[in-house]
């Protein structure tokens, strides 16, 4: 079936570093991809997403570019604050049309 | 602007007692469903509703049952409580178009602790 994999955490950094937290899926058909973001004691939310092969979603200095060939959606932003620190988790939608989660990566910056 | 309303925000249960943890939200989404989040297994869905008065199981069922009678609720029943049933649980709402064109809102979720 359908699955997401995404790199464990924690992920450390200080401020201002560059981020990157890789995510490989496996899905039959063309699902869509999403990150949420997760931050203390709330729920999730959307990130950012993209819908077909080599789109490029954007949100808040983050990007993930949807990699059909490689399977990968791997989120990456140029200059992290420490307001950044949260749990991120990759996601699709198949041809269920119902969420599948990665297990989350914990991004912890220091300032 | 309320969004997805759960509660309790916390329980603690005894092992063999019953619970209903709430759902509501108030931006007539069509979908609704419950996650439970535990640790190093990120998020699976217990049950979900694409509709009033449709139900439907999803990866982790057994142990919850779940009812729709209105839009706006979308409660979770714990019949007999288990420690394997500690957990944060999340309810989720989108509207009809699906996860493509609408995505999930979350709220804020409930710890719950078996003992």
């Known amino acids: 079936g359908d699955s997401v994999t995404q790199m464990e955490g924690p992920v450390t950094l200080s401020e201002e570093a560059f981020l990157t937290i890789n995510c490989t899926y496996t899905?039959?058909?063309?699902?869509?991809l999403f990150w949420y973001v997760q931050y203390p004691g709330e729920g999730l939310q959307l990130l950012l997403k993209?819908?077909?092969?080599?789109d490029k979603g954007s949100n808040k200095g983050f990007e993930a570019t949807y990699r059909k060939e490689t399977t990968s959606f791997h989120l990456e932003k140029g200059s992290v604050q420490v307001s950044d620190s949260a749990v991120y988790f990759c996601?699709?939608?198949?041809?269920?049309?119902?969420?599948?989660f990665g297990t989350g990566t914990l991004l912890a910056v220091q300032p | 602007n309320a969004g997805v309303t759960q509660t309790p925000k916390f329980q603690v249960l005894k092992t063999g007692q019953s619970m209903t943890l709430q759902c509501a939200q108030d931006m007539n989404h069509e979908y609704m469903s419950w996650y439970r989040q535990d640790p190093g297994m990120g998020l699976r869905l217990i049950h979900y509703s694409v509709g009033a008065g449709i139900t439907d199981q999803g990866e982790v069922p057994n142990g919850y049952n779940v009812s729709r009678s209105t839009t706006e609720d979308f409660p979770l029943r714990l019949l007999s409580a288990a420690p394997s049933q500690t957990s944060v649980y999340f309810c989720a709402s989108s509207a009809p178009s699906g996860q493509n064109n609408s995505p999930l809102h979350f709220g804020n979720g409930t710890r719950l602790t078996v003992t």
């Open positions: 899905a039959t058909g063309y699902p869509s």
């Open positions: 993209a819908t077909k092969a080599d």
């Open positions: 996601a699709l939608s198949g041809a269920t049309n119902k969420l599948i």
